[in-house]
C-alpha cells in the first residue's frame, strides 16, 4: 500500500543547434568598417571633467581608492 516509485526511462537524444546567418553585402562590410572606425577614433573637443558626487567621493575614500600615489612607477604606463 502506499505511492510507489515509477522510474521511466527517457531517452537522451543528441541535439545540434545551427545559426543561419545569411551572406554579408561586400558594401554593407565596407559601410560597417568606416563606421566602426569612425566611431573607434573619435574624441571629444572639450573635454570637461565631471566632480562625482560627495556619496561616490566617501565611498571611494572608506575604500581606500583615493590615496593612489601617482607617481608610483607600477602605474606609469597607465598615465602616458
Known amino acids: 500500500m502506499g505511492n510507489k516509485a ?16 545569411p551572406s ?10 568606416r563606421d566602426l572606425q569612425r566611431v573607434q577614433g573619435f574624441k571629444p573637443k572639450n573635454i570637461r571633467a565631471i566632480t562625482p558626487p560627495d556619496s561616490y567621493i566617501e565611498f571611494m575614500r572608506l575604500n581606500g581608492s583615493l590615496d593612489v600615489d601617482l607617481d608610483d612607477p607600477d602605474l606609469a604606463h597607465l598615465f602616458k
Open 6 to 21: 515509477t522510474t521511466t526511462v527517457k531517452e537522451e537524444r543528441e541535439e545540434i543547434h545551427l545559426k543561419v546567418v
Open 24 to 33: 554579408l553585402d561586400r558594401a554593407f562590410m565596407r559601410w560597417l568598417a
